[in-house]
């Protein structure tokens, strides 16, 4: 079969490497794609909410399968597209229809739903601009540290954790009258801090039955020993080593169990990832958010030991037949690192040349913010490649992954030294 990947950073980039590898898949198409994509599938210059020139391209390259990176074009009905429209009605998006991709979409859609099929979860009250007097008197019960999440999606960039209840206070203001996040803040979620490990669980789902991968966990600030500002991500380690087996029994009891049964009683049909950003209080898993899709960095570290056909993985969630795949999961530990451009995840420059990519043997090299340009590689975002590693432990694949990044070079090139310091 034909399949299109939608987006343009190292997630796509797996996504497409996994692919091309099935006996079933002919050929891969990714939109718009990076300078890896570009080496194992057709790049076609198309934007991933350019619905119309998406069904162009499904046409003219006769696509059977179209698998969603981002969340953009969930939350706008993507998949609602294809179902309303004759011509592309027989193609199978993986990826939630609209109404249940506002799991992502709205924070505060995402705790009513939490709160409806009783999921572990933080406190919270969510404010409009209308109500910020009693947003103050919320967060004056509250002890610090305080949590603001702007309702709508914010790029990765919305949530504020403040320790001081006059900043509070200020940052809520600022969201909510001085739209700060614009339109992803008109309104806010405050919620109550959950002290603990965050680590992200990942769901196979058909609309019936449901497969859980790999755990994994990621890193966010920019700097060493999670320090900074947040980032979309700055490098990640599968599986988590404090995830044990009693751990995972209740995640998947207490957490997976009623949110995949909780889509059904919602009637909001599911095919797709479940992605869970959870926290382990004590030895009780809570949610932080649901994602309607899977994370970045953590595809680069959670597919790379998917054992099992992903194309075969998603036939069968598009026909309902999930629970007659046996999902098989490499043992070794899988690590990745991301190099970003120096200033990020401020302002940074673009355009810098990329040297060393064809010397490095022991790491998979996944593409995110890099394109070509006059038979270079160059960086064209942020978060620029992630060096993905194998080990029988995750120490070792780590260390696998830096001695990588050592071949590797672009102008104020810049990563984490740190990833797995707290495991």
């Not at 995402?110 to 009693?134: C, G, L, Q, W």
């Amino acid at each position: 079969m034909n399949i299109l990947v939608l987006g343009s950073g190292g997630r796509e980039h797996t996504f497409a490497w996994k692919l091309a590898q099935s006996s079933r898949c002919k050929a891969v198409f990714v939109a718009p794609g990076n300078s890896g994509t570009e080496a194992i599938a057709t790049n076609l210059n198309i934007g991933v909410t350019e619905f119309e020139a998406i069904k162009s391209a499904v046409l003219k390259h006769k696509i059977d399968m179209v698998v969603v990176g981002p969340e953009d074009p969930l939350v706008q009905g993507v998949h609602d597209f294809f179902l309303q429209d004759e011509a592309l009605r027989h193609v199978s998006v993986i990826g939630p229809q609209k109404a249940a991709a506002e799991l992502e979409g709205s924070k505060e859609f995402a705790k009513e739903f939490m709160m409806r099929h009783n999921i572990p979860t933080a406190a919270y009250e969510s404010f409009t601009k209308d109500n910020v007097e009693e947003g103050y008197k919320f967060l004056e019960t509250l002890n610090a540290p305080y949590v603001l999440k702007a309702d709508g999606l914010a790029a990765g960039k919305g949530v504020l954790i403040l320790n001081d209840l006059q900043e509070a206070k200020d940052e809520l203001k600022s969201m909510l009258v001085d739209s700060k996040f614009g339109e992803a803040s008109t309104k806010v979620v405050i919620e109550e801090f959950l002290d603990g490990i965050e680590l992200s669980c990942f769901v196979l789902s058909d609309g019936k039955d449901y497969k859980i991968l790999p755990t994994a966990k990621d890193y966010k600030r920019i700097g060493e020993g999670d320090t900074g500002l947040n980032t979309g991500g700055m490098g990640a380690v599968s599986p988590v080593p404090f995830a044990t087996k009693e751990f995972l029994d209740k995640i998947e009891n207490q957490i997976v169990i009623p949110t995949v049964e909780g889509l059904k009683k919602d009637n909001l049909p599911y095919v797709g990832f479940i992605f869970i950003g959870l926290i382990k209080v004590g030895d009780a898993p809570k949610v932080i958010e649901y994602n309607v899709r899977m994370g970045d960095p953590e595809t680069e570290v959670v597919l790379p030991r998917l054992k099992t056909d992903l194309v075969e993985v998603f036939e069968a969630m598009a026909s309902q037949t999930l629970s007659k795949i046996n999902i098989e999961i490499d043992e070794r530990a899988a690590t990745t690192v991301v190099l970003v451009s120096g200033g990020y995840p401020e302002a940074y420059e673009k355009g810098k040349e990329i040297t060393g990519i064809e010397v490095v043997t022991d790491s998979i090299v996944f593409h995110a913010g890099a394109k070509s340009q006059d038979g270079k590689v160059v960086t064209s975002g942020g978060r620029v490649m992630a060096i993905t590693s194998y080990g029988n432990t995750y120490p070792e694949a780590i260390k696998k992954s830096y001695q990588s990044i050592d071949k590797l070079n672009f102008d104020k090139m810049n990563y984490r030294k740190d990833i797995g310091f707290d495991l």
